[in-house]
């Protein structure tokens, strides 16, 4: 009989679970939004460690207790996040060392730390502030570069005393998710994986690599259901899908010893995933849509302006989302009224009073308007209906057009098209967002369009 | 001895108890955020409903027949969100209907909905989307007017064999969001405050009624560090702050008998955090500035025009997020390149040269500029080094200006002046984009400021 050598998750080696703990009243009363638990959902799974639970209760120390006992009852490691800051109702840390009877010792290396950063924002530093270098005996501590609370994690198979907690770890994580953001991936993610190492009894340690597929024009249901048997079968790499506004990344990630081990998984497996949506995916690890533009702008040396009505502002917003953008994006008109659509892109008025506002040959007019009147080589253009009030039986709410204009300095060459869209989305109550969110993706993968 | 009248939370009922029981495999990934979570919790608080717990399982019977237990013997009421749909693994009705032993029957109102909804928008009906009327004998069924699965309600009270869980609410909801919050609106909401009468032996229905403080220039903390002690002790009206991006919102809700009744006890409230923080006070009830902006200009008759230079785009993003924001928007210029500075907002060469595009005279003539070429009453704009590179010790990042100008074309009385701000937010890994939101905030509250 052979030794079974996988239970589950990426590549063939014994994984752990790890549940999440999330302490805050303010998530109880609905104040914050939790990204915290998706996060580091996410993470771990990235790391083969599924998470089964997530809770949340608030700042009380019995019932902090009560749920960590539980926690660790049904889970190998569990991560606490929120109530590491200075005031009397922060008590993971000393709820967490109680439990497993711990004594609280000042950490001299996390003090040092907290002087520097009060030193550096020119900050007092008030006596409670040193509460957060207090630290439970024996633990590790992850400094924390974005804030004053560190982070720690106590791994109770060396408390002997305690057999039923043997081998089960309990991380704290600062609330914030600017702080715990980036501890996660600068402290905790490589903690983890030499814990995992050591579980396997591994002398290599594991390493982990992602590529992420960019998606555009399929909802994340369908991806899922394109690919569900691959998605699902893979085990290293694993494939997961995240959806973002309006579009769904898929993200590969294989476990090896190295980073070619790593790749030589994840290559073949982004050739699978092209081979099959192919014509949806617009790139590999190039973040958004608006990343991709300004880096195949720059990559062909050419500018670019936007003309937007129903978008307001929105596909400008995105480009300037991106630093160093000023390179290729010159700017844009708002032509919200229809006299700058006249005055600024030079449209005719005969063409609004023929075909309206709203309709393909504004949309022509005005991305070649955008382009010779900022003088780029490329113009895109956006009008339609975003509701919820305008729509008519001929013009529907959502009925969109995207214009792209692009010549070419050197050959003369045009591209002049565009593109007729219904984005309605009739059963959702942010219609008009969606719809704009919608037509700005639209038109910057117009602009990705005219290069393949 | 008197009878103790009031427990906790709303006006001097007594009151119950929620937790919050998420289900979806596709919140432990982290591929979504538990937007249901803080949304319910929000509206509980509102109703003077607490909550002590939220958790989250997966698509899993065992698991969330076990959780579904233990809230129930903590809590009064428990909302189940997600696991409604039609496929396989949507099995939460079905294990709550085991759990109390009651039978799952054939809806037929709910069935009729279906047939329609699926015959508005022309798709076909499949044997399992029937399932989505199956509900378990007895309960209460919340009609779904944004999807396909009906929401529904199990009080245990009626069955009598189970005394553990006598007085125990089960409420189900679809796990999208855009089903969830229209459906706890319209359904929910009322459902809570009849059973909430029904406690309290009342004849008379409670109603609740709130009123929404909207306070900018103030974190949510310095909000909370000014009032916390009327804001703790402060039962009916309750007054609860939420942060939005860069603004706060103070939520003031009474519960009473009638309209009158709580706008009695809700109006003192408003004034007291006037009389406390007035000066950051910018309206009631008026939802975000850009809807602050377009209500004040739409009152007055006048028009806007924007000049963005760092926000590249995102005021004008923000006012058409507003729907009839055209009668006073007429557009803008994004002038993220200097040679659009000068050509399309007459900015002149030599300001530019002597005092650089991020400059007081440079917002100065771009906000002048956008209100002539674009011919509005008031023109705005933001000149600034949003970073992560570009700043100097000179200009560091988060060194921003904003301008307004305002002609008034009857008296020809003319307003024109610019602010400099410090947005830096260098403790925050999202930096370049809070400082753009920052800026953006602020050009919008400098115009609500030209008439304050």
């Given at each position: 009989?052979?030794?079974?050598?996988?239970?589950?998750?990426?590549?063939?080696?014994?994984?752990?679970?790890?549940?999440?703990?999330?302490?805050?009243?303010?998530?109880?009363?609905?104040?914050?939004?939790?990204?915290?638990?998706?996060?580091?959902?996410?993470?771990?799974?990235?790391?083969?460690?599924?998470?089964?639970?997530?809770?949340?209760?608030?700042d009380n120390s019995l019932r902090l207790k009560e749920s960590l006992a539980l926690s660790l009852s049904r889970s190998d490691i569990v991560i606490i996040t929120g109530g590491l800051g200075p005031t009397?109702?922060?008590?993971?840390?000393?709820?967490?060392?109680?439990?497993?009877?711990?004594?609280?010792?000042?950490?001299?290396?996390?003090?040092?730390?907290?002087?520097?950063?009060?030193?550096?924002?020119?900050?007092?530093?008030?006596?409670?502030?040193?509460?957060?270098?207090?630290?439970?005996?024996?633990?590790?501590?992850?400094?924390?570069?974005?804030?004053?609370?560190?982070?720690?994690?106590?791994?109770?198979?060396?408390?002997q005393e305690n057999q039923e907690n043997k081998n089960k770890t309990v991380i704290m994580l600062p609330g914030p998710p600017r702080e715990l953001e980036p501890m996660f991936e600068e402290e905790v993610?490589?903690?983890?994986?030499?814990?995992?190492?050591?579980?396997?009894?591994?002398?290599?340690?594991?390493?982990?690599?992602?590529?992420?597929?960019?998606?555009?024009?399929?909802?994340?249901?369908?991806?899922?259901?394109?690919?569900?048997?691959?998605?699902?079968?893979?085990?290293?790499?694993?494939?997961?899908?995240?959806?973002?506004?309006?579009?769904?990344?898929?993200?590969?990630?294989?476990?090896?010893?190295?980073?070619?081990?790593?790749?030589?998984?994840?290559?073949?497996?982004?050739?699978?995933?092209?081979?099959?949506?192919?014509?949806?995916?617009?790139?590999?690890?190039?973040?958004?849509?608006?990343?991709?533009?300004?880096?195949?702008?720059?990559?062909?040396?050419?500018?670019?302006?936007?003309?937007?009505?129903?978008?307001?502002?929105?596909?400008?917003?995105?480009?300037?989302?991106?630093?160093?953008?000023?390179?290729?994006?010159?700017?844009?008109?708002?032509?919200?009224?229809?006299?700058?659509?006249?005055?600024?892109?030079?449209?005719?008025?005969?063409?609004?009073?023929?075909?309206?506002?709203?309709?393909?040959?504004?949309?022509?007019?005005?991305?070649?308007?955008?382009?010779?009147?900022l003088k780029s080589d490329i113009g895109v253009s956006t009008t339609g209906i975003a509701g919820p009030d305008g729509g008519t039986d001929d013009k529907p709410v959502g009925l969109v057009y995207v214009?792209?204009?692009?010549?070419?300095?050197?050959?003369?060459?045009?591209?002049?098209?565009?593109?007729?869209?219904?984005?309605?989305?009739?059963?959702?109550?942010?219609?008009?967002?969606?719809?704009?969110?919608?037509?700005?993706?639209?038109?910057?993968?117009?602009?990705?369009?005219?290069?393949?």
């Amino acid at each position: 009989m052979r030794k079974k050598r996988c239970q589950s998750g990426v590549g063939g080696y014994f994984n752990m679970n790890a549940e999440i703990l999330c302490v805050g009243t303010e998530l109880l009363l609905g104040s914050i939004v939790n990204t915290n638990a998706a996060f580091l959902s996410r993470e771990l799974a990235n790391l083969g460690v599924f998470t089964y639970y997530q809770s949340v209760v608030g700042d009380n120390s019995l019932r902090l207790k009560e749920s960590l006992a539980l926690s660790l009852s049904r889970s190998d490691i569990v991560i606490i996040t929120g109530g590491l800051g200075p005031t009397y109702d922060d008590l993971t840390k000393e709820t967490a060392a109680d439990y497993f009877g711990l004594e609280m010792r000042m950490h001299e290396e996390s003090l040092e730390r907290l002087e520097k950063f009060f030193a550096q924002f020119n900050r007092e530093m008030t006596p409670n502030n040193k509460k957060q270098a207090l630290m439970p005996e024996g633990c590790v501590v992850f400094p924390n570069n974005y804030g004053t609370a560190p982070g720690l994690a106590i791994i109770s198979a060396k408390n002997q005393e305690n057999q039923e907690n043997k081998n089960k770890t309990v991380i704290m994580l600062p609330g914030p998710p600017r702080e715990l953001e980036p501890m996660f991936e600068e402290e905790v993610r490589p903690f983890l994986l030499k814990l995992k190492s050591r579980l396997n009894n591994s002398r290599d340690n594991i390493i982990l690599t992602s590529k992420n597929v960019n998606i555009f024009g399929m909802g994340e249901s369908q991806v899922e259901h394109k690919l569900r048997g691959f998605m699902q079968n893979s085990q290293n790499p694993t494939v997961a899908p995240y959806a973002k506004t309006g579009e769904v990344e898929l993200r590969v990630t294989a476990s090896g010893r190295d980073e070619k081990e790593c790749l030589d998984l994840i290559n073949p497996a982004v050739e699978k995933i092209k081979a099959e949506i192919g014509e949806f995916v617009y790139g590999v690890d190039v973040k958004s849509l608006q990343n991709a533009v300004v880096l195949k702008l720059r990559e062909k040396n050419l500018t670019l302006a936007t003309a937007e009505s129903c978008t307001g502002g929105l596909i400008g917003k995105r480009i300037t989302e991106i630093p160093g953008c000023s390179s290729v994006y010159l700017g844009g008109v708002i032509a919200y009224d229809n006299n700058i659509k006249i005055s600024r892109l030079n449209i005719k008025e005969e063409t609004l009073e023929k075909y309206g506002a709203v309709s393909e040959q504004t949309a022509l007019e005005m991305c070649r308007g955008a382009a010779e009147n900022l003088k780029s080589d490329i113009g895109v253009s956006t009008t339609g209906i975003a509701g919820p009030d305008g729509g008519t039986d001929d013009k529907p709410v959502g009925l969109v057009y995207v214009g792209v204009y692009y010549k070419d300095k050197e050959t003369g060459g045009e591209i002049h098209k565009a593109a007729r869209l219904n984005l309605s989305r009739r059963t959702h109550k942010d219609e008009r967002e969606l719809i704009r969110l919608s037509a700005s993706s639209h038109a910057l993968y117009e602009v990705l369009r005219l290069f393949s």
